[in-house]
């Protein structure tokens, strides 16, 4: 995840208005249902000269008490006129005096890729030149824009509920930006690293549970592994290193108006050493006072018999 912080962001408060926009097929009508049940009166697809009438409604003049109190529009690359008049509509919003925050999804052109041929849906920038050149284009097209938003999310790894979740904590109403959460994700570098983390800590140097037989088919939440793990001196040394870092860095992230730190913890397949040394972090924070919760990406995609790879 990706912060970029100017007037009308959502750190003083939450905001009269959401835009959402992204790369189509990155999550935009889950991004939706998220601030539906936020509360947010949503639509999806307004066409940018209903904007201002729209505008009226959440800040009615004359003393009015307006009927929509905070709104999210979905504005994506189907609306033709999009590209070339944001700038413009957003400066007008702002200088109505506005609250506005601008979300943009993306994902990469991989599983962008996979995610509309699940679907089957055509990509709305395809020309006839296949869905990877659309997915392209697209992401060209909208670079103007990217560059134009409070926060960018990468939906890459995130599915509909962790997407959710991470939008709810980061916009429900009432959040003045003095309350952060830190999720601790463990992961396996096999299937990739998490594109949205802050800090990424690598557990690759401690001991293997992989290569002990009786182990191997375990995960690293099973008291065994976990008591493998705790008997190495090395474990303890870099969970206490871990932990004497964090302590130190989030405070400062928390002074920066951050609400929401993901810390990734990597192992060659995610299923052992990170997942014990994530759970095991986080229950170090959660006792010095920090909102901690971990999360696991990968424990469920190791291959459990019949294999041969690391752990």
Same mark, same amino acid.
């Given at each position: 995840?990706? &912060?970029? &912080? $100017? ?10 208005? /959401? ?12 991004? =939706? ?19 201002? =009438? ?44 506005? @609250?506005?925050?601008? *979300? ?15 679907? @089957? ?19 060209? #097209?909208? #670079?103007?824009?990217?560059?134009? #938003? ?6 890459? /790894?995130?599915?509909? !509920?962790?997407?959710? !979740? ?23 570098? &096999? ?13 690759? !140097? *401690?001991?293997?549970?992989?290569? /002990?037989?009786?182990? $191997? ?28 870092? *964090?302590?130190? *860095?989030?405070?400062?992230?928390? @002074? ?5 730190? =993901? ?7 995610? $299923? ?10 986080? @229950? ?19 291959? $459990?018999?019949?294999?041969?790879? &690391?752990?």
């Amino acid at each position: 995840m990706v &912060k970029k &912080k $100017r007037a009308g962001g959502v750190e003083g408060g939450a905001p009269d208005i /959401v835009i959402i926009t992204g790369l189509s097929g990155s999550g935009m009508s889950s991004a =939706t249902n998220a601030f539906e049940d936020l509360g947010y009166f949503c639509v999806d697809n307004l066409p940018l000269t209903m904007l201002p =009438t729209f505008a009226r409604l959440v800040q009615p003049s004359d003393g009015e008490e307006s009927p929509i109190e905070h709104a999210a529009l979905v504005i994506n690359i189907r609306e033709g006129k999009f590209l070339a008049e944001f700038e413009t509509k957003l400066s007008a919003l702002e200088r109505q005096g506005l @609250r506005v925050f601008v *979300l943009f999804l993306e994902a990469t052109d991989d599983v962008l890729q996979r995610r509309f041929s699940e679907t @089957r849906r055509p990509h709305p920038a395809d020309t006839g030149d296949g869905l990877l050149e659309a997915i392209r284009a697209e992401r060209a #097209a909208m #670079a103007a824009i990217r560059t134009r #938003a409070d926060l960018i999310i990468d939906t890459s /790894v995130h599915s509909v !509920h962790t997407l959710r !979740h991470l939008l709810v904590k980061r916009f429900s109403p009432g959040t003045d930006g003095t309350q952060m959460t830190v999720q601790v994700m463990s992961f396996g570098h &096999k299937y990739g690293s998490p594109h949205d983390m802050e800090l990424v800590f690598d557990v690759r !140097h *401690l001991p293997n549970p992989y290569f /002990v037989p009786e182990l $191997r088919d375990l995960s690293g939440h099973d008291r065994r592994i976990v008591q493998y793990l705790k008997a190495e001196p090395e474990v303890a040394e870099t969970l206490h290193r871990f932990s004497d870092l *964090l302590e130190y *860095l989030l405070p400062l992230y928390k @002074r920066e108006g951050k609400s929401y730190v =993901t810390v990734g913890i990597g192992c060659t397949g995610g $299923r052992h050493r990170s997942v014990m040394i994530a759970n095991a972090l986080a @229950r170090r924070l959660r006792r010095t006072g920090f909102a901690a919760q971990a999360v696991h990406r990968d424990v469920g995609k190791a291959k $459990r018999r019949g294999g041969t790879r &690391k752990k």
